[in-house]
């Protein structure tokens, strides 16, 4: 396996000496049912709107009153402002484009990145 940095000689052959079960994970993704302090931890406190630090609300994208969900593709972190000012509206509705897309956190990235690194520093 090679990287930009490093090279990791494989072995030919693996023998599993012990097998450790690990429980399947439930699949997150953008239609999942969001808890607010995630979506606000997902957008690291930064308004969707405007792009200011600090945001301590949750906005809905296409507004529950018209039929939108609290998952994942629909919720973003908002300042009190940019929420007050949208209302329920949509983002076009209220001249307010989003400057970014609402995804599901990848939390397998985080652990992914973690494993190369450790890899890393053991060679």
């Known amino acids: ?5 490093v090279a ?6 693996i023998q599993l000496l012990e097998y450790v079960h690990t429980p399947p994970r439930p699949v997150v993704d953008d239609d ?19 792009g200011d630090a600090g945001a301590t609300t949750v906005d809905h994208v296409y507004p529950r009153s018209r039929g939108g969900g609290d998952n994942y593709g629909n919720l973003v972190a908002a300042c009190a402002d940019c929420n007050g000012r949208k209302a329920d509206r949509t983002p076009e509705e209220a001249d307010m484009p ?26």
């Open 1 to 5: 396996m090679r990287s930009q940095h």
């Open 8 to 13: 990791i000689p494989l072995p030919r052959t």
């Open 32 to 50: 999942t049912r969001a808890s607010f302090t995630v979506v606000l931890a997902r957008d690291h406190h930064r308004c969707a709107y405007c």
């Open 98 to 123: 989003l400057l970014w897309v609402p995804r599901a956190p990848r939390t397998d990235h985080k652990r992914q990145h973690a494993i190369w690194r450790e890899l890393t520093l053991s060679n």
